[in-house]
């Protein structure tokens, strides 16, 4: 199946430390959205993108909208313990009425206390 | 936010078996469905998508006659995983579009022995 290219596959870094991970598409996509995934459960939205260039942010979370609506980045500010987990960015596409939602490949974050 | 509810939210089964998840929208309607296959440590997959009152579509490679979609309500949605084999274990999960944003499930870890 379809997936989007998601990096870095996986990330290990210190409580307080900013982390940065970005997903690209060679498709366009009308909304980006990212989601954190706890193990076991369903993925739970984070942060939802609606129109090229958009900058949103979401407490300490901020996610960008790529210009060419192929990309997108999502910022987590001064990290903590319960950060950890995998995050996900989605692409969706609307065409024709007909909604698709195509995940990326996965962050899994750990954070050092 | 909107309530997904996916049950059950484990199951082993004997090899040979048929196994049915149900996925519900509990406090609002949802005329689309989108059902997902997670291995461990990678994304989510998109298998097929379900449209209420109407057949599902599925995505390349995904056996339509082995995994059987019904979505016959606007609240209900099930997957058959028929004459399941120990590689068809996996982890499951729902999402339901609902205002042009998808909610997930908890998920379902089936497990085929």
């Known amino acids: 199946g379809q997936q989007l290219n998601q990096s870095p596959q996986s990330m290990f870094i210190q409580e307080g430390e900013d982390v940065s991970m970005n997903c690209t598409s060679s498709s366009i996509f009308n909304t980006w959205l990212w989601y954190k995934q706890d193990p076991g459960e369903g993925p739970v939205l984070l942060i939802a993108l609606y129109k090229a260039g958009e900058l949103t942010s979401n407490g300490r979370l901020t996610a960008q909208f790529g210009i060419t609506r192929k990309d997108s980045f999502l910022n987590i500010s001064a990290s903590i313990p319960s950060d950890v987990g995998i995050y996900f960015c989605?692409?969706?596409?609307?065409?024709?009425?007909?909604?698709?939602?195509?995940f990326g490949t996965g962050t899994r974050l750990k954070v050092l206390a | 936010g909107a309530v997904v509810s996916q049950h059950p939210s484990w199951v082993i089964c004997k090899s040979g078996t048929s196994v049915k998840i149900e996925c519900r929208s509990l406090d609002f309607q949802a005329t689309t469905m989108f059902w997902y296959r997670q291995f461990p440590k990678q994304s989510l997959m998109l298998m097929a998508t379900?449209?209420?009152?109407?057949?599902?579509?599925?995505e390349q490679g995904v056996e339509k006659d082995k995994f059987l979609i019904n979505h016959a309500s606007l609240t209900l949605s099930t997957l058959t995983v028929t004459s399941a084999h120990p590689e068809d274990s996996s982890f499951y999960i729902c999402?339901?579009?609902?205002?042009?944003?998808?909610?997930f499930g908890q998920g379902t870890r089936l497990t085929v022995v």
């Open positions: 999402s339901a579009l609902g205002d042009g944003e998808a909610f």
């Open positions: 379900s449209n209420e009152g109407s057949k599902a579509t599925y």
């Open positions: 989605a692409g969706v596409s609307d065409g024709s009425g007909t909604y698709k939602y195509i």
